[in-house]
Each structure stands twice: as structure tokens, then as C-alpha cells.
């Protein structure tokens, strides 16, 4: 293993919580049920940055029979936004302890423009990683495998020397199929035998 490709949300940032999820529903003013149908299903061409937030949140309401202001969808932005903005600070130091370790780090993640933006505002954290593969940027989203092809290319390595690591299976599964090792995150301890272990051993 010469190099660790990690997912973000779920991984390093937090997924969404009840609060977060609760305001988002609020802030649409749906049933929260069909909402987050909606929400889930148009997200995956957002994610790769086919298209705009205000075109992804014109989608969200029209499957829900409704229509969104211009401004409403400025909120909405705000509240999708905040709701991915919890980071774990305990994976944040670990990355800083990889890269000055001299461990070759990257990030694929499956993140739309506006939320990429974000992060690169507010987290210094994302200089450690030589490869930074947003979804929106790259024109790939996971579990697509030229998401990981594209990752692959940028280390300039073989799949089979570097360890991707998600909190999905079905993430970690497709990487594998493209001849990545894969890691199934749980937690950090579990993470750090994981890299720790003597090579050709574990996964």
C-alpha cells in the first residue's frame, strides 16, 4: 500500500444530523418523507456538477409538485450546506499525522459545488491531501469506476497500491472492483490497525 484515498462524509465530516435534517425539511416547507425521496434521488448529477444547485433544488421541487423562489433556494443552499459542516477533529489530526508521516494521502468524494466551496473556505486540513477529487470537479461520482480511475491517473499509481477507505460498502466494493484494497471505515482504531498492520497482512 503506497497511498490512502479517503471518502469524506461519514469518514472525516460527520453526516447529516436529526437537528440538521430537521431544518432542511423546515426550510422546504414539505412533508419530510417525499422530501428526502426527492432529495436522494436528483442528488447524484448535482454531486458530479451536471448541474447548478438552483437547477438540482428546481428538480427538488418540481418532483414535489411545488415551485422554490429564487431566494427560497438560497436558503435551501445555506441549509444543505450547514447540514454536511460537522467534521470529526480526531480524523482531521489523524490526516495531519499521516502526511507528515510521509504517507501519500487523497480525497474522493461525491460533493456538490457549493458545498465544495465551503469546505475549501473553512478547512486548511484539505492541503494535506496530493490528490483532491471532488465529484463536482472531476465529472465522476461514486460508485461510478472512473471516479476511482480518475484518482488512480492523479497518484500516478496502480489500483492495487492504494487503500480506499469508506464508511459503505457498496463504495468500498466498487473500488475493489477496479483493483484498489479497500477499507470498510467503522473507527478510527479500527483505521489506524488497519494501516498499522505489517504488509501483507489484514486487508
Not at 499521516?98 to 478547512?123: F, K, M, Q, V
Not at 487503500?163 to 470498510?184: I, K, Q, S, Y
Request: aromatic share 10%.
Amino acid at each position: 500500500m503506497t497511498a490512502v484515498l479517503f471518502d469524506m462524509f461519514g469518514v472525516i465530516a460527520r453526516l447529516q444530523s436529526p437537528a440538521a435534517q430537521e431544518r432542511l425539511v423546515r426550510t422546504a416547507r414539505v412533508p419530510g418523507a417525499a422530501f428526502w425521496e426527492s432529495y436522494w434521488a436528483l442528488r447524484p448529477p448535482y454531486d458530479r456538477g451536471d448541474h447548478t444547485a438552483a437547477a438540482y433544488w428546481s428538480g427538488v421541487a418540481g418532483a414535489l409538485g411545488v415551485t422554490f423562489t429564487e431566494r427560497h433556494i438560497a436558503e435551501l443552499v445555506a441549509a444543505d450546506v450547514a447540514s454536511w459542516s460537522e467534521v470529526d477533529e480526531r480524523m482531521t489530526a489523524y490526516l495531519g499525522e499521516l502526511a507528515a508521516g510521509g504517507t501519500r494521502i487523497g480525497l474522493l468524494s461525491n460533493i456538490p459545488e457549493d458545498l465544495a466551496a465551503d469546505y475549501e473556505r473553512r478547512h486548511p486540513w484539505l492541503h494535506h491531501f496530493e490528490v483532491l477529487a471532488f465529484s463536482c470537479r472531476i465529472g465522476h461520482a461514486k460508485p461510478e469506476p472512473d471516479a476511482y480511475h480518475w484518482c488512480a491517473t492523479k497518484f500516478g499509481l496502480p489500483p492495487g497500491d492504494i487503500l480506499f477507505v469508506d464508511d459503505r460498502p457498496d463504495n468500498v466494493r466498487a473500488a475493489e472492483a477496479t483493483g484498489m484494497r479497500g477499507h470498510h471505515f467503522t473507527s478510527l482504531t479500527a483505521l489506524r490497525a488497519a494501516l498499522d498492520a505489517p504488509a501483507g497482512t489484514g486487508e
